[in-house]
C-alpha cells in the first residue's frame, strides 16, 4: 500500500505567474526522508520525498528537475 505524503502547495498560479506560497512555513519543515536531518524541506527527492537542502544537491539534476515539474505543475 503507498502512502501518500501531505505537501504543503509551494506555488499558486495566477494567469502566467507563478507565486511562492511562504505564509506559513511551518509546513516546510521535518525529518529528511534521506539523511534524517531536522531541516527545511521541498519534495525534490528521487521518488518525490520531502528532502533537505544538502540532500537536493547531491542531485541537482535532479533537483532542477523536480523544481520545474513543481513550476509546470506536472510533479507527482
Known sequence: MVTKRHQPKLFERRGDARIIDRSD??????????????DELRPYGPNHENICFKCGMKSKEL???RFTEMLKGTGH
Not at 512555513?25 to 531536522?38: D, Y
Open 25 to 38: 512555513i511551518s509546513h516546510f519543515f521535518g525529518k529528511c526522508e534521506l539523511c534524517g536531518k531536522k
Open 63 to 65: 533537483t532542477k528537475k
